[in-house]
């Protein structure tokens, strides 16, 4: 079963930007967005728990924001000024617990949306 189910990815050219969107089938107290290049390490990008505190990775403070609609079930990452090195796919994630890291455990993953930024 799908619990989570990203959208919006696609291709944009250096400097423009693109919205990312996450639909989860539950209520969750912390989601977050991953991303993965070819050949790295996946990596977080930020994270936002119950109370809208939210955490952003190296390279994207200032550039990305994340948020959500709670109503909605609905995650969000509004990536800005984007360069050829946030080319990825980038994953949503969620935990029930509002212990909200990076570096948390989650329980539930999508299935990942491309995000191609050309020079």
């Known amino acids: 079963q799908v619990e989570l189910v990203e959208s919006g990815g696609g291709s944009v050219q250096a400097g423009g930007s693109l919205r990312l969107m996450c639909t989860d089938s539950?209520?969750?107290?912390?989601m977050a967005w991953f991303r993965q290049a070819p050949g790295k390490e996946r990596e977080g990008v930020a994270t936002i728990d119950w109370n809208d505190g939210t955490t952003y990775g190296e390279g994207v403070q200032g550039r990305f924001t994340i948020s959500r609609d709670y109503r909605k079930k609905t995650l969000y990452l509004y990536m800005d000024a984007l360069t050829p090195e946030d080319s990825a796919v980038y994953y949503c994630a969620a935990r029930l617990s509002n212990v909200c890291t990076i570096s948390s455990e989650f329980e539930a993953w999508g299935q990942g949306t491309q995000v191609t930024v050309s020079s």
């Open positions: 539950r209520s969750r107290a912390c």
